[in-house]
């Protein structure tokens, strides 16, 4: 009997079938070092507590590799399973982490851009407030002299005011005089 048409690269159903496990111990990969520790189940009998105190923390996945060597046909597909969306939730936590930080080192250039931008505008502040300062300084001085040189004037025009009253007294004070003679001398 020929084959349908269109079923070339049809896979056999013995690849569907339950292949046993190597016996060959499974290393964790090394990431898993980074993953919380999983707290035994609370139903162990005291001599299996008693060893969990003496002995380091088994990751969950430690614990179904080790059980898979001991039930090949009946926890092979289920640890497959549960391994692989154990390592497909932990790759999703890790992308978004990996994400997070990358918005994070974005904010963070960011923020340095805004800081250094305020610092430069900072600067040129200062160095603007430093010439108002300069220039107030300047225009006080200024101010200064004008108002000795505004006193200095006043105390010329008093004095020269005192001197144009005397010559004005003075004058008065002889054209008197010259209009006594004159009229003494008319009398005589």
């Known amino acids: 009997m020929f084959p349908p048409s269109g079923s070339t690269g049809l896979i056999p159903p013995s690849h569907f079938q339950a292949r046993p496990l190597s016996t060959l111990p499974r290393m964790a990969p090394t990431w898993l070092s980074d993953i919380p520790l999983v707290q035994p189940p609370g139903h162990q009998d005291v001599s299996e507590r ?5 002995r380091p923390q088994v990751t ?4 179904d590799v080790s059980s898979d060597r001991q039930e090949p046909g009946r ?6 399973l549960e391994g692989s969306q154990a390592l497909s939730q932990q790759a999703e936590v890790i992308v978004r982490q ?18 250094l931008q305020q610092k430069m505008r900072l600067e040129a502040q200062a160095m603007e407030l430093e010439a108002l300062a300069r220039a107030e300084k300047a225009g006080r001085a200024e101010a200064e002299g004008l108002r000795a040189a505004l006193a200095g004037a006043e105390v010329v025009r008093k004095n020269l005011e005192e001197g144009s009253q005397r010559e004005l007294e003075e ?4 054209h008197q005089e010259q209009l006594s003679s004159l009229t003494q001398a008319h009398e005589e």
């Open 98 to 115: 990996l994400q997070e930080l990358r918005r994070l080192e974005e904010e963070v250039r960011l923020l340095r851009e805004t800081s």
């Open 75 to 80: 926890r092979g597909r289920s640890w497959g």
């Open 60 to 63: 969950m996945w430690e614990r």
């Open 50 to 54: 008693r060893l969990d105190t003496q």
């Open 171 to 174: 004058v008065q004070r002889l």
